[in-house]
């Protein structure tokens, strides 16, 4: 199973250092059934891009919860388990995912991540990300900000010099 892992910059450098890296709260996204149900249309690769964006916004909660060190950049560490590794979880949300435990880095097909241009509206995103979840329109709107700006694919190797470059 394809899983879309939440991160920050922080938690990439120490993927790079440890090889491995341990969800938050064992929290991901997927294709899980009930996605492929809350949309009317879409193939494969539309839904999947669906569940990367859900772990592109929860992003935002871990990038708010740091102390700034770091630049502000969605990351979204994508990787293969296995079945049984990924249980469901509906009482959150239609993608979300338990990942039982750390993932190799092996296991990671993927890195998406913010360009620098991105850093603005991320930061402004992240601190009013809790209000978006209330319903609050303008800080909805300083999420769909975020979402004008395309995540970068990194294939794994690339990521001791992405790190280097920020």
Known sequence: MRVYLPATVGTLRQLVADEVFTPVNGTGFALTPALRESYTSGD???????ALL??????LRLIAAEDGAEPARRVVVSADVGDSAATLRPDLDSAAVRVSGPVSLADIVAVHVDTAEAEPAVRAAADVVD????????????????????????ATQELPFLLDLM
């Open 131 to 154: 209000a978006a979840d209330l319903g609050d329109p303008d800080a909805e709107f300083a999420i769909g900000e975020t979402e004008d700006h395309q995540l970068a694919w990194y």
């Open 54 to 59: 859900e772990a592109a916004r929860a992003s």
């Open 44 to 50: 494969t690769e539309e839904l999947e891009y669906a």
